[in-house]
């Protein structure tokens, strides 16, 4: 449940200053308990906008949900003039970061919109013909309010493509977007003032930056080198206190394992009747040598969760499944949907299986693989019911050229592709 | 009608396709890494390196140059969705 209580009533008009002429200016919403489908928030959230004020004007830090498109505007009333308002900048262009835009412009209809390069794709998609006129930003580029300037750096699929943060130099405050964001809601907004909101950095981190681990690293190669003395993402408690803290946990989070010089391939299996499974031993042995280490898993009964980090860290993961009702069975599909939670773009992917008379799983696993970005260099291996030593065959060069390819020993082919199915 | 060869390092296989081929058509039959998002030139998901021979592909649209240009492609990259294959040997890579 949220952390709001009738000791601490909701402030609906009040902004608060977090640096000199800088003040928050979002919503709390300390009722929502899922967010973007994927993820349960059991603390609320809020949806942090700013308003940043300079000699030669204001700025405003992204905006709110449209739901809470009031409670931003009196909290922006009480510290500027819509014809202050020089400029717009949204680091996202998620509806819980635009939602008031629109509202906004009409307000403020001197303000210039500005946002990454890679928003412009989604702007109209967005905003539907009410973005106006805006400025494309990269990395570098400033936005001069006078005595202060504001200076964008571009972060892309943190979470979406068109994903940046804005940093207040001289006050070295970084405007993170929603990188290093919660979903926990406490109007004490400060990281030293709330309560703990560990398990919801963590969790937030896990659902929604996890599977873009690589560029989380490209961001924290832009953000490390800058002096700061406070992070205000887009959502959660501001970070006022240690903020190198939350840096350092992204970079542990986003680190892959030390590699070992051993590669890594997991087999997983489900099997009514033994013959998929037997393929899965028929591949695992092939495939297993000194460079590479194999483990077999039947998915039957299996906890998903676990398994995530284990193909996080794997080099390749082959996939078997028998065809039900011209099907896959479910248990492989909820562990590939959940593949979405973790990078395992550029992995190797197989697919096998046992089938009775149609045989589409193998397939189905193949596109989904690759759906996920995995490379799938192998074509998968069927068996009509129980299989023969042919089909064992199969399955033992499907593992053995599995190594190979894991190995970098995989032989170069050349194929006309009227003999690609 | 006119061929090209097409070679997807990332999975070790090289094709020979017909002129007027997409390169995402053949990128997915072999299994390469280069992978496909909204297949209209609009997403950018489908980024490629072209390693070499970009000489014997079509020029960027006007589209795909704006999305490459949008997010800040780096030279010698191409959508795979929209780049066809007109002659000779081209040489790609997951972007």
Same mark, same amino acid.
């Given at each position: 449940?949220?952390?709001?209580?009738?000791?601490?009533?909701? %402030?609906?008009?009040?902004?608060?200053?977090?640096?000199?002429?800088?003040?928050?200016?979002?919503?709390?919403?300390?009722?929502?308990?899922?967010?973007?489908?994927?993820?349960?928030?059991?603390?609320?959230?809020?949806?942090?906008?700013?308003?940043?004020?300079?000699?030669?004007?204001?700025?405003?830090?992204?905006?709110?949900?449209?739901?809470?498109?009031?409670?931003?505007?009196?909290?922006?009333?009480?510290?500027?003039?819509?014809?202050?308002?020089?400029? $717009?900048?949204?680091?996202?262009?998620?509806?819980?970061?635009?939602?008031?835009?629109?509202?906004?412009?009409?307000?403020?209809?001197?303000?210039?919109?500005?946002?990454?390069?890679?928003?412009?794709?989604?702007?109209? #998609?967005?905003?539907?013909?009410? *973005?106006?006129?805006?400025?494309?930003?990269?990395?570098?580029?400033? !936005?001069?309010?006078?005595?202060?300037?504001?200076?964008?750096?571009?972060?892309?699929?943190?979470?979406?493509?068109?994903?940046?943060?804005?940093?207040?130099?001289?006050?070295?405050?970084?405007?993170?977007?929603?990188?290093?964001?919660?979903?926990?809601?406490?109007?004490?907004?400060?990281?030293?003032?709330?309560?703990?909101?560990?398990?919801?950095?963590?969790?937030?981190?896990?659902? $929604?930056?996890? %599977?873009?681990?690589?560029?989380?690293?490209?961001?924290?190669? !832009?953000?490390?080198?800058? %002096?700061?003395?406070?992070?205000?993402?887009?959502?959660?408690? $501001?970070?006022?206190?240690?903020?190198?803290?939350?840096?350092?946990?992204?970079?542990?989070?986003?680190?892959?394992?030390?590699?070992?010089?051993?590669?890594?391939?997991?087999?997983?299996?489900?099997?009514?009747? #033994?013959?998929?499974?037997?393929?899965?031993?028929?591949?695992?042995?092939?495939?297993?040598?000194?460079?590479?280490?194999?483990?077999?898993?039947?998915?039957?009964?299996?906890?998903?969760? %676990?398994?995530?980090?284990?193909?996080?860290?794997?080099?390749? $993961?082959?996939?078997?499944?028998?065809?039900?009702?011209?099907?896959?069975?479910?248990?492989?599909?909820?562990?590939?949907?959940?593949?979405?939670?973790?990078?395992?773009?550029?992995?190797?992917?197989?697919?096998?299986?046992?089938?009775?008379?149609?045989?589409?799983?193998?397939?189905?696993?193949?596109?989904?693989?690759?759906?996920?970005?995995?490379?799938?260099?192998?074509?998968?291996?069927?068996?009509?019911?129980?299989? #023969?030593?042919?089909?064992?065959?199969?399955?033992?060069?499907?593992?053995?050229?599995?190594?190979?390819?894991?190995? #970098?020993? *995989?032989?170069?082919?050349?194929?006309?592709?009227?003999?690609? *199915? | 009608?006119?061929?090209? =060869?097409?070679?997807?390092?990332?999975?070790?296989?090289?094709?020979?396709?017909?002129? &007027?081929?997409?390169?995402?058509?053949?990128?997915? =039959?072999?299994?390469?890494?280069?992978?496909?998002?909204?297949?209209? &030139?609009?997403?950018?998901?489908?980024?490629?390196?072209?390693?070499? &021979? &970009?000489?014997?592909?079509?020029?960027?649209?006007?589209?795909?140059?704006?999305?490459? =240009?949008?997010?800040?492609?780096?030279?010698?990259?191409?959508?795979?969705?929209?780049?066809?294959?007109?002659?000779?040997?081209?040489?790609?890579?997951?972007?």
């Amino acid at each position: 449940m949220a952390v709001l209580t009738p000791d601490t009533p909701v %402030p609906h008009a009040a902004a608060r200053v977090i640096a000199r002429d800088v003040h928050w200016i979002g919503a709390l919403d300390p009722e929502l308990r899922r967010f973007d489908l994927l993820l349960d928030s059991a603390h609320g959230t809020t949806y942090n906008a700013y308003c940043v004020r300079g000699s030669a004007g204001v700025s405003i830090v992204d905006t709110v949900k449209e739901t809470f498109a009031d409670e931003f505007f009196r909290r922006l009333e009480s510290v500027a003039d819509y014809d202050e308002i020089r400029a $717009i900048v949204l680091n996202h262009l998620e509806p819980d970061h635009s939602g008031a835009l629109p509202e906004l412009r009409r307000r403020a209809p001197k303000a210039r919109l500005y946002v990454s390069s890679r928003a412009q794709m989604m702007l109209k #998609g967005v905003l539907h013909g009410t *973005a106006g006129e805006f400025t494309a930003v990269q990395t570098g580029d400033h !936005l001069d309010l006078g005595d202060r300037r504001l200076r964008f750096l571009q972060t892309p699929y943190l979470h979406w493509p068109d994903t940046q943060c804005t940093y207040l130099e001289g006050d070295a405050l970084l405007f993170s977007g929603d990188i290093f964001g919660s979903h926990y809601c406490d109007a004490r907004l400060f990281n030293d003032a709330v309560g703990s909101f560990r398990a919801a950095f963590e969790q937030y981190y896990a659902c $929604i930056m996890r %599977p873009f681990a690589r560029e989380v690293r490209q961001a924290l190669a !832009l953000i490390e080198p800058l %002096p700061l003395r406070l992070i205000a993402p887009a959502h959660g408690p $501001i970070l006022r206190d240690a903020p190198a803290y939350y840096l350092s946990r992204y970079r542990e989070l986003s680190t892959p394992s030390p590699a070992t010089g051993e590669h890594t391939l997991l087999v997983f299996y489900l099997s009514a009747y #033994g013959n998929t499974r037997r393929m899965a031993e028929e591949l695992a042995r092939a495939a297993a040598s000194d460079e590479v280490r194999v483990e077999l898993i039947d998915l039957d009964g299996a906890a998903i969760a %676990p398994l995530l980090e284990r193909i996080e860290r794997a080099d390749a $993961i082959a996939c078997g499944s028998p065809t039900i009702n011209g099907d896959a069975v479910k248990a492989v599909w909820d562990l590939l949907s959940s593949l979405t939670c973790i990078d395992v773009r550029g992995k190797i992917g197989a697919a096998f299986g046992s089938y009775g008379w149609s045989g589409e799983a193998v397939r189905m696993i193949e596109e989904r693989l690759r759906g996920l970005k995995l490379r799938t260099p192998l074509p998968g291996v069927r068996a009509r019911l129980t299989p #023969g030593s042919d089909e064992l065959a199969a399955c033992r060069s499907l593992g053995h050229d599995l190594a190979l390819h894991l190995c #970098g020993r *995989a032989e170069h082919r050349t194929i006309d592709m009227a003999s690609l *199915a | 009608m006119p061929k090209a =060869k097409v070679t997807f390092e990332d999975v070790g296989v090289t094709v020979t396709v017909p002129a &007027g081929t997409r390169l995402i058509e053949v990128s997915e =039959k072999v299994g390469a890494g280069i992978t496909y998002g909204c297949r209209e &030139g609009e997403c950018c998901t489908c980024l490629t390196k072209i390693v070499a &021979g &970009g000489e014997h592909l079509t020029l960027p649209s006007i589209l795909e140059a704006q999305v490459l =240009k949008d997010n800040l492609a780096p030279r010698q990259h191409r959508l795979a969705c929209q780049a066809q294959v007109l002659c000779g040997e081209i040489v790609v890579a997951p972007a």
